[in-house]
Each structure stands twice: as structure tokens, then as C-alpha cells.
């Protein structure tokens, strides 16, 4: 079964950190691009970053650029999301997802290009 989970989300102050982890299960992420997405309250979903299958090509929303990275570890079948001084604005679900063209890394968090979704996590920045 192919499945993609998510980890790491929680309740931090503004300024904090946070660690996201997608792992995949079911298949192999080595083909795949991953995207790291998110929705808030009363907004639709919004594509943050994305990175592609294999030669760390990024793309980042403007609103997360220089706080936010993408990272992949294909041995790990995992992607990550570090993000540092967070916002209150940046509070939302967060979701992974992939899609199978290795090197579609703008067009997937532009246009929520994508194939498979994870379930979400929480994330909640407040004082």
C-alpha cells in the first residue's frame, strides 16, 4: 500500500524551529518529486517548497524563502522540511506530497502538482 506520513508538527513559539518528516512506505521515493504544502484556516492550499528527485533542484514560496529548507534522504525514503523563525502565519497543516516526474519542481508547488498526499500535521506557532 502506498502511503506517505507525516511527523514532526506541534505547537512552537514565534521565533522556534520545527522538523517535519514525510516517509514514504509502499514505494520508492527515488523517482519522485517531493512538495511540502500547506492550508491554513479559511485559505486554500499553498505550495511552500518542493525539491526534485535527485540533483537538489528547490523551489520556495516567497513567504518561507531564507527561513525555510527542503531536504531529501532517498536511502531514508524520507523528505524533510527544516523550518526556523516561525511565524504565526505560518500556522496551518502542513502536507507532504509526490509526484512522478523527478524534476517538475516549480510547476508541482505552483500548479499542486501531484500524485499522492500524505494525511497532514499540525503546526502551530503562538505565543
Known amino acids: 500500500q502506498l502511503q506517505l506520513v507525516e511527523s514532526g508538527g506541534g505547537l512552537v513559539q514565534p521565533g522556534g524551529s520545527l522538523r517535519l518528516a514525510c516517509a514514504a512506505s509502499g514505494f520508492t521515493l527515488d523517482y519522485y518529486a517531493i512538495g511540502w504544502f500547506r492550508q491554513a484556516p479559511g485559505k486554500e492550499r499553498e505550495g511552500v517548497s518542493c525539491i526534485s528527485a535527485s540533483d537538489g533542484v528547490t523551489y520556495y514560496a516567497d513567504s518561507v524563502k531564507g527561513r525555510f529548507t527542503i531536504s531529501r534522504d532517498n536511502a531514508k525514503n524520507t523528505g524533510y522540511l527544516q523550518m526556523n523563525s516561525l511565524k504565526p502565519e505560518d500556522t496551518a497543516v502542513y502536507y507532504c506530497?509526490?509526484?512522478?516526474?523527478?524534476?517538475?519542481?516549480?510547476?508541482?508547488?505552483?500548479?499542486?502538482?501531484?500524485?499522492?498526499w500524505g494525511q497532514g500535521t499540525q503546526v502551530t506557532v503562538s505565543s
Open positions: 506530497a509526490v509526484v512522478d516526474y523527478p524534476d517538475a519542481v516549480e510547476h508541482m508547488c505552483v500548479m499542486t502538482l501531484t500524485n499522492y
